[in-house]
């Protein structure tokens, strides 16, 4: 299959689009979303030149189970999936951070703390620790959610300092998130994994909190395999982890890190393929479920017209 890298629909209703890194967003009558996860990938907050076969597919079908399975906790902004590159949901307006959440000192954590830092985001860090250490309780260190160009780490007093949010929304949030990473460590558990760290992202539709966009996806989060998690730390050697982290270190092998005037390298058909197995290899082993392709040569007419029934339909 061919990797969909870009979008360009008219949808009856359409009145905005939204390109972000990954996901091409589509409001229609300022009251519904059309989110089409394409295949392409970011990273250092660079998009790559090259896209990954049915990434944006395991991105969208992973995020919708778990936007089912905690749908109890809070409300979440998804109405159906009427393609499996798509979720349809309720318009919001998303709050201005990132609400990350870590129980591993792993990626963007553990750079930090080899540096020498020990807050991050506000937030004290134990002395003594190695990297990929399981930190005493789960720590929450909030980003910007920037338009264009890099997140930010901010504290909860900055947040609060610069408005973005509101203090007894924010205390919400954290509430949110740390049962929205319990639940999803739970899952994780059950199928042999350990949810290192991930973010959530929220939004309001008519004065309501919901949980927006992907959760525990690999793009949004690290996992580690339980299985011989400890003997691995004991003995110094890399975890076997599932996530975008091996991207980010073949970036870094080839001299990219997303430094201002930087080119991302293209990447090869081989390690395209790579990236892409890995990526189907989560879905199936986060979800206990056999990864099933979309056979299609063109994805995205067939976007088009799934996501045209669904609005004609509701």
């Given at each position: 299959?061919?990797?969909?890298?870009?979008?360009?629909?008219?949808?009856?209703?359409?009145?905005?689009?939204?390109?972000?890194?990954?996901?091409?967003?589509?409001?229609?009558?300022?009251?519904?979303?059309?989110?089409?996860?394409?295949?392409?990938?970011?990273?250092?907050?660079?998009?790559?030149?090259?896209?990954?076969?049915?990434?944006?597919?395991?991105?969208n079908?992973?995020?919708?189970?778990?936007?089912?399975?905690?749908?109890?906790?809070?409300?979440?902004?998804?109405l159906?999936?009427?393609?499996?590159?798509?979720?349809?949901?309720?318009?919001?307006?998303?709050?201005?951070?990132?609400m990350?959440?870590?129980?591993?000192?792993a990626?963007?954590a553990?750079?930090?703390y080899?540096?020498?830092?020990?807050?991050?985001?506000?937030?004290?860090?134990?002395?003594?620790?190695?990297?990929n250490?399981?930190?005493?309780?789960?720590?929450?260190?909030?980003?910007?959610?920037?338009?264009?160009?890099?997140?930010?780490?901010?504290?909860?007093?900055?947040?609060?300092?610069?408005?973005?949010?509101?203090?007894?929304?924010?205390?919400?949030?954290?509430?949110?998130?740390?049962?929205?990473?319990?639940?999803?460590?739970?899952?994780?558990?059950?199928?042999?994994?350990?949810?290192?760290?991930?973010?959530?992202?929220?939004?309001?539709?008519?004065?309501?909190?919901y949980?927006?966009d992907?959760i525990?996806?690999?793009?949004?989060?690290?996992?580690?395999?339980?299985?011989?998690?400890?003997?691995?730390q004991?003995?110094?050697?890399p975890q076997?982890?599932?996530?975008?982290?091996?991207?980010?270190?073949?970036?870094?092998?080839?001299?990219?890190?997303?430094?201002?005037?930087?080119?991302?390298?293209?990447?090869?058909?081989?390690?395209?393929?790579?990236?892409?197995?890995?990526?189907?290899?989560?879905?199936?082993?986060?979800?206990?479920?056999?990864?099933?392709?979309?056979?299609?040569?063109?994805?995205?007419?067939?976007?088009?017209?799934?996501?045209?029934?669904?609005?004609?339909?509701?």
């Amino acid at each position: 299959m061919k990797a969909l890298t870009a979008t360009n629909f008219n949808f009856p209703g359409q009145t905005s689009v939204y390109k972000g890194k990954v996901r091409d967003v589509y409001t229609i009558d300022n009251e519904l979303m059309l989110m089409v996860v394409t295949d392409r990938i970011s990273a250092f907050d660079a998009i790559l030149p090259d896209g990954i076969p049915y990434k944006g597919q395991v991105l969208n079908q992973i995020a919708a189970k778990f936007l089912d399975a905690t749908s109890d906790i809070v409300p979440n902004w998804k109405l159906d999936t009427p393609d499996p590159m798509v979720t349809a949901g309720v318009f919001c307006e998303p709050y201005k951070v990132e609400m990350v959440i870590r129980g591993y000192l792993a990626g963007h954590a553990w750079r930090e703390y080899k540096k020498g830092e020990r807050t991050l985001c506000g937030v004290p860090l134990p002395e003594g620790m190695k990297e990929n250490d399981a930190f005493p309780e789960p720590i929450i260190t909030p980003t910007t959610k920037e338009a264009v160009g890099h997140d930010e780490d901010i504290s909860k007093e900055a947040i609060l300092k610069q408005g973005l949010v509101k203090p007894e929304e924010y205390d919400l949030l954290e509430e949110y998130t740390r049962k929205l990473f319990k639940r999803g460590s739970e899952m994780a558990r059950e199928k042999g994994l350990l949810l290192v760290d991930t973010k959530y992202e929220f939004g309001k539709a008519n004065d309501r909190i919901y949980l927006i966009d992907e959760i525990h996806t690999p793009d949004s989060s690290r996992y580690f395999y339980e299985d011989g998690y400890q003997q691995r730390q004991d003995a110094g050697k890399p975890q076997r982890q599932l996530s975008k982290e091996f991207v980010r270190e073949w970036l870094m092998e080839q001299g990219f890190n997303g430094q201002t005037k930087q080119e991302p390298p293209r990447m090869d058909e081989a390690f395209t393929q790579k990236v892409s197995e890995r990526y189907i290899e989560l879905f199936e082993k986060i979800t206990g479920e056999k990864f099933i392709k979309t056979p299609d040569d063109n994805p995205h007419e067939r976007i088009e017209q799934h996501c045209r029934q669904f609005l004609e339909n509701r």
